[in-house]
């Protein structure tokens, strides 16, 4: 019944929390003996108590979805878009909230995936309220790194190809990110790079880098330092920014149309070396992760 395997209307000796009531079951005259106090019990037990004395009957229905309450001990209203960190406490939602409308299409045998430069695929992940409250989150916590060199997020202290970024780990989102990476990202990992398996994939770097004019511009030619790279575009050309765009040198073929929500997805090293195009009006948004780095 919890997990709606059946759908129904249940009498139940029991209910709490929150629930409706019919008023003319209450207004006839013996209902006046309704009472939450009773010797002993607590108030939810002494009201149903009372009800059932009365041969009033209470019902659970699953007939409708009514939403979801909340968990308060985990809902943090300190966060901007709190929802967005409800992955682990109400995954139903945050699922239909935030994938992509057109994720599972990507798994569709009759349809071949889009390739638009070699070896780098493009596929519709997470949706366009996703994006919005992504980059929110990140505006509004505010911190983008200098676009120096040294950069004391990293173990190592240095940062060879800096970007104006903000680290998922500085938004307490490093665990919902990788597990978007385990449940969302490596199956479409498996479908296009057969036979390389890794779960679940590990990632160090998980960003949002923002690029603009006056900032930081453009991305100097270099090599991830990863196995497979995804670069999730969270806003759109030539409507929030132009210019920009990735552009992968050896073929030199770019992809200057991104879609939101969309991630293109890369081998890292050797064969795709690349590069962030100049944005020359607006500011651009990506979501990057160095997958099994
Ligand atoms: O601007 C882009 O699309 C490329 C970003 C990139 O290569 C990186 O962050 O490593
Ligand atoms: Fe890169």
Same mark, same amino acid.
């Given at each position: 019944m919890r997990n709606e395997m059946f759908r129904g209307i249940w009498n139940v000796p029991f209910i709490t929390n929150c629930?409706?009531?019919?008023m003319?079951?209450?207004?006839?005259?013996?209902?006046?003996?309704?009472?939450?106090?009773k010797d002993g019990l607590d108030s939810d037990m002494a009201f149903c108590a009372s009800l059932r004395d009365l041969g009033i009957f209470m019902h659970v229905s699953n007939e409708m979805d009514f939403g979801h309450l909340v968990n308060p001990e985990t809902y943090d209203i300190s966060r901007t878009h709190p929802d967005m960190y409800q992955l682990f406490d109400n995954k139903m939602e945050?699922? !239909?909230? /935030?994938? @992509?409308?057109?994720?599972? %299409?990507?798994?569709?045998?009759?349809?071949?995936?889009?390739?638009?430069c070699p070896d780098v695929y493009w596929?519709?992940?997470?949706?366009?309220?996703?994006?919005?409250e992504w980059i929110d989150i990140m505006e509004a916590f505010g911190q983008w790194s200098d676009g120096s060199n040294s950069d004391k997020r990293l173990e190592s202290g240095y940062e060879a190809v800096p970007t104006r970024d903000i680290h998922m780990s500085q938004v307490g989102l490093d665990r919902h990110w990788l597990h978007i990476l385990k449940e969302f990202v490596r199956p479409l990992q498996e479908?296009?790079? !057969?036979? /390389?398996? @890794?779960?679940?994939?590990? %990632?160090?770097m998980n960003f949002v880098v923002r690029y603009r004019p006056?900032?930081?511009?453009?991305?100097?030619?270099?090599h991830d330092s990863s196995t497979y790279t995804i670069n999730l575009a969270l806003n759109t050309p030539n409507v929030d920014y132009e210019g920009g765009g990735?552009?992968?040198?050896?073929?030199?073929c770019s992809v200057r149309d991104t879609k939101r929500g969309w991630l293109l997805m890369h081998p890292g090293r050797l064969t795709h070396y690349h590069e962030g195009l100049l944005v020359t009006k607006g500011t651009r948004y990506i979501m990057v992760s160095f997958v099994d780095p």
């Open positions: 629930y409706l009531v019919k003319s079951a209450l207004r006839t005259s013996n209902a006046k003996a309704v009472t939450y106090t945050w699922t !239909t909230r /935030y994938l @992509h409308e057109d994720y599972l %299409s990507s798994f569709d045998e009759k349809k071949k995936p889009n390739m638009p596929f519709p992940l997470m949706s366009k309220q996703f994006c919005v479908m296009v790079f !057969t036979g /390389y398996y @890794h779960n679940p994939p590990v %990632s160090v006056d900032e930081q511009p453009s991305l100097r030619p270099h990735c552009r992968f040198i050896r073929y030199n």
